[in-house]
């Protein structure tokens, strides 16, 4: 069973496990059955071409046309002290008292507005607790966060950048918050999949914060990241448009890498 399919299909990684299972097709003179699993395929088609690639099978598609409302909201900030202290107490107010997970595109973001909420959790006396989740934390402490989120009612918070966006179970979450502005649909898809397991309503609040220069001229004042926000939203609730991934992946280094594995596998070879 591969699930989220769509990553595997833009990805060496996913490259790396036909080459496998082909060998493991070889190896035991039979086609295990593939099964792939994704909220955000764009191209069904091209899909079932990729899960089946090898196997001479057909592969059928099963798709589920489930009407799970969503709910959401789009806050934009212009920028000076005033409005930044008010767009934090804000996303303080929405996350405080339930269990939610806070997206923002980078690290130091993550590592800022945690350590910025947590003050204000500590300050108003709140249960809150605001945990970090991203690539440069330690593979046993998001594991401990995520057992956390998952086995917990209290009010809890990760905030993350997309090591959470995949399908990691962490049980139900009352909402997602997006600071700033996922750069694809697909994105935006998987995050928002993330609430609505018990109560059928996805939700989601994008925090939009300006960053113009009071000086700049109009083009430049024209924030990119509301624009993306609005186009990202548009386009899958008129549309429901999601980007096809890229699959004309070329990877020399692991056709080198898979030869040696084969040789290492049977001591020689004359193919």
């Not at 300050?123 to 330690?138: G, M, P, Q, W």
């Not at 959470?164 to 898809?189: A, H, M, R």
């Not at 926000?229 to 890229?246: G, H, M, Q, R, S």
Request: glycine share 4%.
């Amino acid at each position: 069973v591969i699930d989220e399919i769509h990553y595997f299909m833009s990805s060496i990684r996913g490259e790396h496990l036909r080459c496998l299972l082909s060998r493991l097709q070889l190896a035991t003179n039979n086609i295990p059955v593939r099964i792939g699993l994704s909220a955000t395929i764009g191209n069904l088609t091209n899909a079932a071409k990729w899960l089946s690639a090898g196997t001479n099978t057909v592969c059928s598609l099963i798709k589920e046309d489930s009407k799970k409302k969503i709910k959401l909201s789009v806050n934009y900030y212009e920028t000076n002290e005033d409005n930044k202290e008010i767009s934090l107490t804000h996303i303080f107010k929405e996350s405080n008292d339930s269990k939610n997970i806070i997206f923002t595109n980078s690290r130091k973001d993550v590592e800022e507005f945690a350590h910025e909420l947590q003050l204000l959790s500590n300050k108003y006396n709140r249960k809150n607790i605001y945990n970090t989740h991203h690539a440069s934390v330690s593979k046993q402490l998001k594991e401990n966060i995520e057992k956390e989120m998952k086995n917990t009612d209290a009010p809890l918070s990760i905030i993350s950048t997309t090591t959470l966006e995949l399908g990691i179970d962490i049980g139900s979450l009352d909402k997602i918050l997006q600071i700033g502005c996922p750069y694809k649909v697909s994105s935006f898809l998987q995050r928002l999949g993330r609430t609505g397991r018990r109560t059928g309503l996805s939700c989601i609040d994008f925090f939009v914060l300006s960053k113009n220069n009071p000086q700049s001229t109009f083009i430049d004042s024209i924030n990119l990241d509301l624009l993306l926000t609005i186009a990202i939203i548009e386009l899958y609730k008129d549309e429901k448009w999601v980007e096809e991934p890229i699959i004309n992946i070329k990877p020399f280094n692991l056709l080198f890498q898979q030869t040696l594995a084969f040789l290492y596998a049977n001591g020689e070879t004359t193919q």
